[in-house]
Structure formats: C-alpha cells, structure tokens
C-alpha cells in the first residue's frame, strides 16, 4: 500500500519570504499522480498543484512551485513571497493509476503560519 | 465551477443514534468520497463509489455505511454513532482525477458525538 509522508507537523515564516514543505511518499509503481491541497481556517480543501510522475518537468503554478525527485519519492512544495492568505493546512496527496483507481492517499499535513 | 454540498456544517449528536451525513455534486462526476479528518492523522478513506448504486471500502469503513442512489447524492451513515467517530467529515467528488484537477470537496461536516 501506498504512504505519504509530511515530517513537518508545524512551520512558520515571515511574509514576502519562501518556504518549502517536505513531503516524501512510497510506491512501487512508477506512474501516479502527486498533488498538494491547501485547507484554510474555512475548511475549503483547495489545490495548490499537482505533477504527473511521467513528467520530468516541476509543475509551477504561480508562487507555487514543486520540486519532483521520483529516484528519491520526494514531492516538496516551494511557497515564494508567502502572503498572509498562504496560512493554512497543506497536505501532500498520492493518486495511483492502477486498477483504475482514483482514490487519494493523504499525509498527515502540516500546519504553516505566515507572519505580518 | 463544481461544486460539493454537505448538508451540514456542524452537527450535535448522542451516542447510539443512525446519522446521516448527506453529500450533493452539481457537476455530474462519477466519482465520490468520504474522508475523516482528524488532527495528526490526515484524512482517511472512508468509503468511495464510481457509480450509482456502486460503493467500495476505504481503509477505515468499520462503523459506517453509504448510499448512492443518485449520481449527485452520496450518504454516509454512521449505524450507531459513538464517541470516538467524533471528527471533521469531508465528502469529494472528481471526474477523472488523472486529467482534471484532481478532487473538489465540500466545506466538511464537523460531527461530535456525546
């Protein structure tokens, strides 16, 4: 069975700086999907970015970017020019490909607090 | 935009008692989740289904039922509620996670059990 794994219960950083979240995962397939979703104080679970494993190119998404090293099953997430409205839960999430199956496997997520 | 609907945001109940926890998808997905959330732990699968009528275990179905008689509607039923079924509840929807944009999700439903 597939895990994911966030080691960083709790980070904080100061606005306008970056960050970066750890999140590292255990497969042996060598297709899937990798996402990190974002849980403001609304509940909302949002995404933030996803990577498919066949790409070797990081997905970006504006302040958002990834850093995908599939030898190494490590999917971090880079946060730059954190904003106030970045603080939230992340959760990095794996999706497998086989069977056809489209569940979601979660980390624990991290909780991350940008300060004025 | 898709979008999820749990019918209630906060709910109180004792133990013992058959709740319901009711899921709506406006955008025709085949796909529907329940997932538990609770500090330290992440969200954890609960049920799934592709299909109406059609429902999977998750990893933590003990305790709990679903229903899918229509494709937008997805129950879950905790049988008889206990206190350690106190948690956040999230329900999700996708079409195709592997082309889209992965799942949309509902606001959740804080359940306490007393």
């Known amino acids: 069975a597939q895990t994911v794994t966030q080691s960083q219960p709790e980070m904080s950083v100061q606005e306008a700086e970056t960050v970066t979240l750890s999140c590292t995962y255990d497969?042996?397939?060598?297709?899937?999907?990798l996402f990190w979703y974002k849980q403001p104080p609304s509940r909302q679970m949002i995404l933030v970015i996803r990577q498919e494993a066949y790409k070797q190119q990081n997905a970006t998404e504006n302040r958002f970017s990834v850093n995908f090293q599939k030898a190494a099953k490590s999917f971090s997430l880079k946060i730059s020019d954190s904003q106030l409205g970045d603080t939230a839960m992340y959760f990095c999430a794996f999706m497998s490909l086989q069977g056809g199956s489209e569940k979601l496997v979660f980390g624990k997520g991290m909780k991350l607090t940008v300060n004025p | 935009d898709v979008k999820v609907t749990q019918s209630s945001r906060y709910l109180v109940k004792r133990t013992g008692e058959k709740v319901f926890l009711e899921c709506v998808q406006d955008m025709d997905h085949e796909n529907m989740f329940w997932y538990r959330q609770d500090p330290g732990l992440g969200l954890r699968l609960i049920y799934f289904s592709y299909d109406v009528k059609m429902k999977e275990k998750g990893d933590i179905p003990e305790g709990y039922s679903v229903s899918r008689e229509k494709k937008e509607r997805f129950s879950l039923i905790l049988e008889s509620a206990s206190t350690n079924q106190t948690s956040m509840y999230l329900c999700?929807?996708?079409?195709?996670?592997?082309?889209?944009?992965?799942?949309?999700f509902g606001s959740g439903t804080r359940l306490t059990v007393v």
């Open positions: 999700a929807s996708s079409l195709d996670g592997r082309i889209g944009p992965g799942y949309t």
């Open positions: 497969t042996s397939e060598s297709n899937y999907y």
